[in-house]
């Protein structure tokens, strides 16, 4: 299983796993915004097929990692513990020293495999406007 940088031969695949797995896929147009900035933290795991994804974004002050999502066929072979671990060197590497995240509370899987990895929920309520 190779974790590598996304390349757009790789969009459909992602929108396929981002969907399995219940996660809404990013427009095109607003992937290609966002890899403007940081292309290094788009990864995915692929062995041939894309078996996973994560979406790393850093500001130059935290990280941020979101749409994390495996195909439901290959979950608990650890590879999205292998995504974030090269997400999480990557971010190190920019100098990141902290990374936050959202997990929707009733997101069982989601929260067992953050605090496996040392995310702690934090009591910050998530505000958001659209603009
Ligand atoms: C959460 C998710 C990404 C985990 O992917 P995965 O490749 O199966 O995770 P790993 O195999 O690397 O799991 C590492 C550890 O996390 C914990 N963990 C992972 N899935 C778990 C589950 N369903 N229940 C309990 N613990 C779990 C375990 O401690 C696991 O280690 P173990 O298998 O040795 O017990 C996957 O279940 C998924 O795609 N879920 C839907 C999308 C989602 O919720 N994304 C994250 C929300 S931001």
Do not use: Q
Request: hydrophobic fraction near 45%; charged fraction near 25%; glycine fraction near 8%.
């Amino acid at each position: 299983m190779l974790i590598r940088e996304f390349g757009w031969a790789d969009y459909d695949a992602v929108v396929s796993v981002w969907r399995t797995a219940g996660s809404d896929p990013l427009p095109r147009a607003e992937l290609e915004a966002k890899l403007e900035r940081d292309p290094e933290l788009f990864l995915v795991a692929s062995d041939g097929t894309i078996a996973g994804v994560v979406l790393g974004t850093y500001d130059g002050r935290r990280g941020f990692i979101l749409r994390l999502a495996v195909d439901p066929a290959r979950r608990r072979e650890g590879i999205a513990t292998r995504l974030l671990a090269e997400l999480e060197r990557r971010l190190k590497a920019l100098g990141c020293p902290r990374i936050n995240l959202f997990v929707l509370p009733d997101n069982a899987a989601g929260l067992a495999f953050w605090r496996y990895h040392g995310y702690l929920p934090a009591p910050d309520v998530v505000c958001t406007k659209p603009l």
